[in-house]
């Protein structure tokens, strides 16, 4: 009977417990999701939702398009350093990703007018190791070139993170994605393949002078090794130099950089950047009987450059440079390049992009048509090609707007994470977009929760509406407007005592001010907006998504500049959230 009674007691006991772990798995939830407008003890993660991005650039208002033009430049925001290659009909261009995740975003075209993004060469954790990089570590210059004996393309670059140096990886279809790196036993940067006829291999990249031989700062060389295509590997002791400083060392030439080879009428050609990347850029060419010289630089250098010209001249064009040639599908040459476009202040808040031009090749050497003159917003189409950028998948040009409700079950392309992998911190819920934060805020050189989108244009809106009820004052949701980890704005929502802020708070040079705070009622969700006219910007909101009220008034873009704040990328948009924030009111 004891036996029993003592089986009845642990019975009763057992049921006690499922009863208890079943009010906890359904009710508290439930209380959870609730929030403190039903008296909560936790609170879920913030979710975002009607994303809409606008952009109003006047250049574009005051040059419309002809039906057989298109505008440059062709990639709007932080996509520099292009790179292309052609297989038959098919175009593939990729640019540099620094610290951003995934890394090294890749577009398909079949005419170099109509681009779609069709994902990022270093799309998993054992191709990209980025997580304690700075914004402008990481990947720089990728170059992508397709050999055509072995039928396989070849992305090389240089990743400044995760102890790889100089990397290649490869894949037979672009479409399909890439091989994990194989890590190359060369020193230097912007390393770049060239295949012969022949089917030989080399690879040309930037280097240090020889140690000791150093003459002057920004004194770097340009070598070349030939490459093992059985072993993906150098060839030890083949290296040599084939450019010294420049086209004239004795003008003391900065930055050789960037170097490409190509071989045409049988005659090998060496094009490269010169001048660094701010306002003296520039591309030079030179011409040899071998792919290992010795090169001898063209009369006529520089082929394309934008620095002599007034600065205060119309729609300008600066800093270009960083260029691949490519055969188009009209049987004319085209250079791709990176250049800026700075605001009414001189800032570059939209970083390096990437622009296009005719080459003019019917000579010895190419040249870049009108690439020596102040650059225009419009180009004419390439003979048979309709423009359809914004249409059909097709990457958007000019002043354009860019909607997300996030009810795809995949991202789209253009956002990314900044040393942080998206799949890591966001999930698409039937709400909208989640976002689970991390303990860390966004000037730290750590992962960050951050969803980012980059600014496309001089003149934007970028609105959002956010659903958070956060429970103390570490936790922060809203949006950032970010040039990197010491240059930034946060505009969010937090929590001090019992009532909810939004707050605006500056980063310049790491430190850190807050600009406006204000107590809000958020029985509802809040829409927030970011808009920019040049150099101003202003941070509102909205509790109907209809009038906007501001907050902080306008302050200055000017710590989204890559020319104030260092660096080489643009200034980024991003749907941020943590619970590590430090803003404390």
């Known amino acids: 009977m004891k036996k029993i009674k003592s089986k009845s007691i642990l019975l009763r006991k057992y049921k006690s417990i499922v009863l208890t772990a079943f009010f906890l798995l359904t009710c508290i939830p439930a209380m959870h999701a609730v929030g403190e407008r039903g008296e909560v003890t936790s609170t879920p993660p913030p979710v975002f939702t009607n ?5 109003d650039d006047k250049v574009y208002n005051e040059n419309l398009l002809k039906p057989d033009e298109f505008y440059n430049p062709i990639l709007q925001g932080c996509y520099p350093d292009p790179s292309i290659t ?6 593939y261009l990729v640019c540099s990703s620094f610290a951003m995740v995934p890394g090294v975003p890749i577009f398909h075209s079949k005419d170099l007018v109509n681009w779609t993004q069709i994902g990022h060469v270093l799309n998993r954790t054992s191709q ?3 997580e304690t990089a700075g914004i402008s570590m990481g990947i720089y210059a990728p170059a992508i070139k397709y050999n055509k004996y072995n ?3 070849y992305m090389i670059t240089t990743q400044f993170a995760g102890g790889f140096g100089n990397i ?3 894949t037979k279809d672009p479409h399909k994605g890439w091989g994990d790196p194989i890590k190359l036993k060369f020193d230097g940067i912007d390393p770049s393949l060239f295949f012969d006829d022949n089917g030989k291999a080399y690879v040309v990249h930037n280097d240090a002078p020889n140690r000791g031989e150093e003459l002057y700062n920004g004194h770097r060389v340009i070598k070349i090794w030939e490459y093992d295509l059985e072993n993906d590997q150098i060839i030890q002791g083949s290296d040599q130099i084939v450019v010294n400083g420049g086209v004239d060392i004795t003008k003391k030439p900065i930055w050789i950089e960037a170097p490409h080879i190509y071989k045409k009428d049988g005659k090998y050609y060496l094009m490269c950047a010169e001048g660094g990347t701010g306002g003296w850029h520039s591309e030079v060419i030179f011409i040899s009987d071998s792919p290992k010289g010795p090169y001898i630089p063209a009369p006529s250098n520089p082929i394309l450059t934008q620095r002599y010209f007034p600065q205060n001249r119309a729609d300008k064009v600066d800093w270009a440079g960083h260029a691949d040639l490519v055969e188009g599908p009209d049987g004319k040459y085209y250079g791709l390049f990176l250049a800026i476009r700075p ?7 939209t970083g390096r992009e990437t622009f296009i031009l005719p080459v003019d090749w019917s000579g010895t050497f190419p040249v870049f048509e009108n690439g020596l003159i102040p650059m225009e917003p419009k180009l004419k189409m390439p003979q048979g090609v309709s423009n359809q950028t914004g249409k059909n998948g097709f990457f ?3 002043n354009f707007t860019f909607t997300d409700n996030f009810s795809s079950e995949k991202l789209d392309d253009r956002w990314i994470g900044v040393r942080s992998w998206r799949e890591d911190f966001t999930k698409i819920t ?5 976002i689970n934060p991390f303990s860390v805020n966004i000037k730290e050189v750590k992962p960050i929760s951050t969803l980012f989108y980059r600014q496309q244009h001089k003149n934007f809106t970028a609105t959002v509406t956010l659903d958070y009820l956060p429970k103390s004052e570490n936790d922060l949701a809203g949006i950032t407007c970010y040039q990197s980890e010491s240059f930034n704005y946060v505009y969010g929502l937090t929590k001090k005592g019992n009532d909810y802020y939004l707050v605006l708070e500056k980063t310049q040079k790491g430190k850190s001010t807050i600009i406006a705070s204000e107590k809000i009622d958020i029985r509802k969700p809040v829409s927030l907006q970011v808009s920019a006219q040049e150099d101003e910007y202003r941070f509102n909101y909205s509790m109907d998504n209809t009038n906007f009220n501001n907050l902080g008034g306008t302050v200055s873009g000017d710590i989204l500049s890559t020319n104030v704040a260092g660096g080489f990328t643009g200034a980024l948009i991003g749907l941020y959230a943590t619970s590590g924030n430090d803003i404390r009111l």
């Open 396 to 398: 958007p040009n000019g």
């Open 51 to 55: 994303f809409v991005y606008q952009g």
């Open 343 to 349: 605001n009414e202040k001189n800032r570059v808040n």
């Open 151 to 153: 039928d396989t393309f």
């Open 86 to 91: 052609r297989k038959g009909d098919d175009y």
């Open 168 to 170: 290649v990886v490869k």
């Open 430 to 434: 039937k709400k909208g977009l989640q």
């Open 128 to 130: 990209l190791k980025v």
